[in-house]
C-alpha cells in the first residue's frame, strides 16, 4: 500500500491521516455556521413579537390599561420632546442673531442667551394669556349662559308671531321642543350646581396634576435642548449600528427631510394661526362685535386646521352672535370671508409655502382620516404625518424604479 497523500499530492501527517480514518458521525465538534444561528434569532423574534401581539389582542382591556398607564407615565417626556421640538427652531434663530450680533460670543454661551430670551417669551405670553385673556374669555362664557333664557323667549315669541301670521301650520311642537329643552338644561345647571364642590375639587386635583407634569415636561425640554447634540450623536450611534455604511448617509438625507417637512409645517402654521387670531380680535373690536376674545380663541385655534378650519371657527361665532343681533352676526360672516381670503391667498403662502408638497386631495385626505380616528389633534396632526409617508413611498418607489433601470421622465 502506498502512503496517504493529503489534496497537495504532499504525504499527509499524522493529524490529517486519523482525521481521515474516523468515521463519519464519531467524535465530530459542533461547527458554527453564523447564517443559521442568524435565521434561528430571527425566527426566535418573529415567534416571539406574533405571541405579544396575540397576547395584548386577546387581553384588550389589560392592554389597554397598560398602554394607558405607560403613557401617562412618558407622558411629560413627550411633551417634553414636542417642547422642544416647536422651540428649537426660535432657539436656532436667535442663536443666530445673537452670534451675527456679538461674533466672539462662545457656542454655549449663546446657546443659553437665545434658550433663555426664548422661554422668558413663551412664558410670558403663557402669563399673558393667564392674567389677561382667560378670565375675560370665563366672562364671555357666563355673560352667553346668562344670555340664553332671552335667546329662548326671543324664539318662543318669535314662534308665536309665525303662528299668528300663518294660522294654518301648527308651529307648536317646535315650541313645546324649545320649552321642554329650556326646562332640561335650567335642570342639567341646577345639578351641576348641586355638584359643583366635587366637581371643583376633581378638576383642581387634575389641574394641579397637569401642571406638575407640565413643569417636569418644560425642565426636561430645557435639558433635551441644551443636550441636543448628544441626543442627534446618540441617533448617529443607531444609524451606524443597525444600518449599513454605504446606505448611511442616503438615510441621514431621507430622516432630515421627514424632519423639516414636519417642523417646517407645524412651526409656519402655528405662527399663521397666531397672526389670524389676533387679526380677528382687532377687527371684531373696530367693528364693535361681542365676544372679541372668545370666538377670536376659536377662529385662531381652529384656523390651524387646513381647509376645514376656517368654518369650523366661523360658524360658532355666527351661531353666538346671530342670537343676539343677526345684522352683526352678517357683517362677522363677510369679516370672518375676507380674512380667510387673507390668510389662503397672501399671509398662508408667504409663510407656509408648499411645505408639505401635497395636492388638495391628500390633504384632505389626511384631515378626515386623522379626524375620524384621533379628533381635533387627528385632523391637526394627520398632514404632515401623510406628508412623511408619502415623500418615504416615493422614495421607495424611486427606489424601485431604479433598481428597474426606469427613470420617471420615461413613464
Known sequence: MGEPKNEAGKPAGRGETMRHATPPGENQKFIKNDQYFTVCIYTFVLVMACAVAIKAIISFNETKAFLGGLFRAVGPFLI?????YILNPFVKYVQRLLRRQWPKLQEKVSLVLSMLIVYLLGLGMIITILIYVLPEMVRNLVDLINYIPTVYKYLIDFLAYLQKEFPTVDFSSITNMLEDTQ???????????????????????SVVSWLGNFLIALIVSVYML?????????????????????????TREILWECNKICS????????????IGVLCAILMTILRLPYVLLISVVVGVTNMIPYFGPFIGAIPGIVIILCINPV??????????????FDGLILGPKLLGNSTGMKSIWIIFAI???????????????????AILGYLAE???QYRLAKKNVSLDEL
Not at 417634553?80 to 422642544?84: D, P, Q, R, S, V
Not at 412651526?267 to 394661526?273: F, G, L, N, P, T
Request: with cysteine; aromatic share 10%.
Open 328 to 341: 352683526k352676526a352678517v357683517i362677522f360672516a363677510v369679516m370672518i370671508l375676507c380674512l380667510q381670503q
Open 264 to 275: 417646517r409645517y407645524l412651526i409656519s402654521k402655528m405662527v399663521d394661526s397666531f397672526i
Open 80 to 84: 417634553a420632546l414636542l417642547i422642544a
Open 183 to 205: 326646562t332640561d338644561l335650567v335642570t342639567g345647571l341646577k345639578n351641576v350646581a348641586g355638584e359643583l364642590i366635587p366637581v371643583l375639587y376633581t378638576a383642581s386635583v
Open 368 to 386: 378626515t382620516i386623522g379626524g375620524k380616528f384621533f379628533g381635533v389633534l387627528g385632523m391637526f396632526l394627520g398632514v404632515p404625518v401623510v
Open 395 to 397: 422614495q421607495y418607489m
Open 226 to 250: 441644551y443636550g441636543k447634540k448628544s441626543l442627534l450623536r446618540m441617533v448617529k450611534v443607531v444609524l451606524y449600528a443597525f444600518i449599513p455604511k454605504k446606505k448611511i448617509a442616503h
